[in-house]
C-alpha cells in the first residue's frame, strides 16, 4: 500500500526539479536542496536509488549531477511512487496480519481496489505532465540560464 510519506514526496520533488531547472547541463544535489528545502539526508540516499532504478542518471566529475535516464513525457510519477516505496520496503504482507471475515473479505479488497486506483491514476501521469502544471502556473524555471547553444 501506497503510504505518502516524506521520502515519497522528496523523490517526486527532486525527479521534477531535475526536469523542471536542468537546461543542458546535470543538476546538482546541492541545487535540489536550496530549490526545494529537501534534507541532504533524504535527498542523497533517495536519488542514488532513482539512478539504480533507471528513472534518473547519475553525471561524475566537477560538473556532475543528475539528468533523467529518459524524456520526461516517458517517467512516470507511478514509477517513482515504486522506485520509493521498493526503497522503503513498506510491502508489508497484509494478508499475514490478523483480522476478521469483514476485514479480510470486505475492507482489505476494497483498500486494494483503491491503491490499484491510485496507482493506474500515477502511472498515467508523467512529469511532462508535472512540468506543464509548474509552468501554467508561472514558477520560474532556472533552465533558461542552464541552457547551452554551442554548436
Not at 501506497?2 to 547541463?25: C, N, P, Q, T, W
Not at 517513482?80 to 476478521?100: K, Y
Request: hydrophobic share 40%; aromatic share 4%.
Amino acid at each position: 500500500m501506497i503510504r505518502l510519506s516524506k521520502k515519497m514526496l522528496f523523490a517526486i520533488e527532486a525527479v521534477l526539479d531535475i526536469a523542471y531547472h536542468a537546461g543542458g547541463e546535470p543538476v546538482q544535489s546541492r541545487e535540489i536542496t536550496r530549490r526545494q528545502g529537501i534534507p541532504r539526508r533524504y535527498l542523497e540516499q533517495t536519488l542514488q536509488h532513482l539512478v539504480r532504478s533507471g528513472v534518473l542518471t547519475g553525471v561524475r566529475g566537477p560538473r556532475g549531477g543528475y539528468r533523467l535516464a529518459r524524456e520526461r513525457r516517458r517517467i512516470t510519477i507511478g514509477e517513482i511512487v515504486r522506485v520509493v516505496r521498493d526503497l522503503e520496503a513498506i510491502d508489508e504482507a497484509v494478508d499475514e496480519l490478523p483480522g476478521s471475515d469483514l476485514g479480510r473479505q470486505v475492507v482489505r479488497p476494497l483498500w486494494n481496489e483503491l491503491h490499484d486506483d491510485l496507482m493506474v491514476r500515477l502511472d498515467a501521469l508523467t512529469v511532462d505532465d508535472l512540468c506543464t502544471r509548474a509552468y501554467r502556473d508561472g514558477i520560474p524555471s532556472e533552465a533558461e540560464k542552464n541552457l547551452d547553444f554551442t554548436i
